[in-house]
């Protein structure tokens, strides 16, 4: 048995995993109030809201409930480790479990129901194409993915129909009726400035005759093409999200169990303190 003065300096809680949890809690708690600044300055600077009717829940709403969650849960981790107290440990542990544990279960439902997660997209390219006009951000977002996937549209290039200003009714008065987008242009590669009117009048073309001006294939089509050919490379994103969630997890279950055999340890010293033959 150790003797009484060794006992009273002993101390099950090892300091490396008690301030690595507190150091790993610090980073994401920091994270969490960029997150929330990111989204607050977002939310006071966009005017656009029918823009936003494309999205099923506005991005800046979204970053700003994310980062609040993030920053309850790190701050319960760093104080609980600060401060060895079990409720809060428990409390960070048990939020990252059954966020690893709704995570784990979106994926396999949008593997399970990839038919409806695929209307579900569908309606929202569609939805974007309505309001393309009406947001900066979300035409250069659009601009973005069709020339960086080499598509046009959601299923076909005269989806573009469905916006105001490119729909191919004889009634629209716009300049742009039956246009498409700039980006939707097969750009040479050594061309530098850009025609921003060379989606002029295509969709009144014939498919075999679009093809040489435009890509003519829609974005949903591209984007499952690449999620085929890119699972390792998601399947990556996926595991460096799981990592520090496991880590958390993991350090913060041996500290408590650290922090429990510290409290019997005291106990039994209290216990046993006028015993001299302990």
Same mark, same amino acid.
């Given at each position: 048995?150790? *003797? *009484? /003065?060794? +006992?009273? +300096?002993?101390?099950?809680?090892?300091?490396?995993?008690?301030?690595?949890?507190?150091?790993?809690?610090?980073? #994401?708690?920091?994270?969490?109030?960029?997150?929330?600044?990111? /989204?607050?300055?977002?939310?006071?600077?966009?005017?656009?809201?029918?823009?936003?009717?494309?999205?099923?829940?506005?991005?800046?709403?979204?970053?700003?409930?994310?980062?609040?969650?993030?920053?309850?849960?790190?701050?319960?981790? %760093?104080?609980?480790?600060? &401060? =060895?107290? $079990?409720?809060?440990?428990?409390?960070?542990?048990?939020?990252?479990?059954?966020? #690893?544990?709704?995570?784990?279960?979106?994926?396999?439902? /949008?593997?399970?129901?990839?038919?409806?997660? *695929?209307?579900?997209?569908? =309606?929202?390219?569609?939805?974007? $194409?309505?309001?393309? &006009?009406?947001? $900066?951000?979300?035409?250069?977002? $659009?601009?973005? /993915?069709?020339? =960086?996937?080499?598509?046009?549209?959601?299923?076909?290039?005269?989806?573009?129909?469905?916006?105001?200003?490119? +729909?191919?009714?004889?009634?629209?008065?716009? &300049?742009?009726? %039956?246009?498409?987008?700039? !980006?939707?242009?097969?750009?040479?590669?050594?061309?530098?400035?850009?025609?921003?009117?060379?989606?002029?009048?295509?969709?009144?073309?014939?498919?075999?005759?679009?093809? =040489? #001006?435009?890509?003519?294939?829609?974005?949903?089509?591209?984007?499952?093409?690449?999620?085929?050919?890119?699972?390792?490379?998601?399947?990556?994103?996926?595991?460096?999200?799981?990592?520090?969630?496991?880590?958390?997890? @993991?350090?913060?279950?041996? @500290?408590?169990?650290?922090?429990?055999?510290?409290?019997?340890?005291?106990?039994?010293?209290?216990?046993? *303190? !006028?015993?001299?033959? &302990?």
């Amino acid at each position: 048995m150790l *003797r *009484r /003065g060794n +006992d009273d +300096d002993f101390s099950y809680v090892s300091p490396v995993v008690k301030y690595l949890l507190f150091l790993f809690n610090f980073i #994401f708690w920091i994270i969490a109030l960029v997150m929330v600044s990111i /989204g607050v300055y977002a939310r006071m600077m966009k005017h656009a809201e029918a823009a936003l009717a494309c999205l099923s829940v506005d991005p800046a709403v979204m970053l700003m409930v994310v980062g609040i969650l993030m920053f309850i849960i790190t701050f319960c981790g %760093c104080v609980g480790s600060l &401060r =060895e107290n $079990i409720c809060l440990l428990q409390t960070f542990c048990v939020c990252l479990t059954v966020i #690893f544990i709704l995570q784990l279960v979106a994926g396999v439902l /949008g593997f399970v129901f990839a038919d409806k997660a *695929r209307n579900k997209v569908t =309606e929202m390219i569609n939805k974007a $194409i309505v309001h393309y &006009r009406e947001d $900066i951000d979300l035409q250069n977002l $659009i601009d973005f /993915g069709q020339k =960086e996937f080499g598509c046009c549209g959601g299923v076909t290039f005269t989806d573009w129909s469905q916006n105001m200003y490119f +729909d191919c009714k004889q009634s629209n008065p716009s &300049r742009e009726r %039956c246009s498409v987008p700039f !980006s939707c242009c097969i750009m040479p590669p050594n061309k530098v400035v850009i025609n921003t009117m060379c989606g002029q009048g295509m969709q009144e073309l014939e498919y075999t005759k679009a093809v =040489e #001006f435009i890509h003519t294939n829609g974005c949903i089509d591209k984007l499952v093409d690449w999620i085929h050919s890119n699972l390792f490379l998601l399947g990556g994103i996926a595991l460096g999200l799981a990592i520090p969630q496991l880590v958390g997890i @993991l350090l913060s279950q041996i @500290l408590i169990n650290q922090i429990k055999d510290q409290i019997e340890l005291q106990n039994y010293n209290l216990k046993h *303190r !006028s015993d001299p033959w &302990r």
